[in-house]
């Protein structure tokens, strides 16, 4: 039989973290998702105009907070939009196919 010897963890530094060792808290993310809840809350009360000046008022500060993320979407944004485009040319491509082979099936039957 094998004994391991277990080691003691160093209660002073490990359990017991400074606060400046802390990780902080995200104010305005936390201002944003309570606000659009608080939000949501009111639109769903049938008050509309506070819903959706708190909705936007969440959304704005949600927006604030993720600025990185945004100008990342922002920038794939013109590939997207390329993509939808050779999407939408084939398929108009496609309609017009059918349409030409419709045009000469009504035109064999009408014989």
């Known amino acids: ?16 973290p400074d606060a400046d060792e802390c990780e902080t808290v995200n104010w305005v993310g936390f201002t944003a998702g309570t606000t659009l809840a ?13 819903g959706m000046v ?11 907070d993720q600025q990185e993320t945004l100008r ?19 398929v108009q491509d496609t309609v017009n196919d059918v349409a030409i082979k419709r045009e000469a099936l009504r035109r064999a039957l009408a014989r």
């Open 1 to 16: 039989m094998v004994i391991i010897p277990l080691s003691e963890p160093a209660y002073e530094s490990e359990t017991r």
């Open 38 to 50: 608080v939000a949501g809350m009111l639109l769903l009360s049938g008050n509309r105009r506070a």
């Open 54 to 64: 708190a909705a936007a008022t969440g959304t704005t500060l949600a927006v604030l």
């Open 72 to 90: 990342s979407w922002w920038n794939a944004l013109p590939g997207y939009i390329d993509q939808v485009q050779g999407l939408l040319g084939q």
